[in-house]
């Protein structure tokens, strides 16, 4: 499964959004109610997920799903 479709789980469960569809150039803006709280919550769900731990400076440069999601590969291919 890629990790896109992955992330769409995720991102699914915690904006209680069935329908909710992310692509690699979703941002924050795109997804109603994602702010700095869901966006905490989004970034601990997804390190369960997938067994990872970011680091702040990680998260802050991120600027699309897209980049979150090669962020995520590379941490769960070490």
């Given amino acids: 499964?890629?990790?896109?479709?992955?992330?769409t789980g995720v991102f699914r469960q915690v904006f209680g959004?069935?329908?909710l569809v992310v692509t690699r150039a979703t941002t924050a803006a795109d997804v109603e109610g994602w702010d700095s709280l869901t966006h905490v919550s989004?970034?601990?769900?997804i390190e369960k997920r997938f067994a990872i731990r970011f680091k702040s400076a990680q998260v802050?440069?991120?600027?699309?799903?897209?980049?979150?999601?090669?962020?995520?590969?590379?941490?769960?291919n070490k």
């Fill in 1 to 7: 499964m890629a990790i896109i479709d992955e992330l």
């Fill in 60 to 76: 802050a440069s991120l600027e699309n799903v897209g980049e979150l999601a090669d962020l995520v590969e590379a941490l769960a």
């Fill in 17 to 19: 959004d069935d329908e």
């Fill in 42 to 45: 989004l970034m601990l769900s």
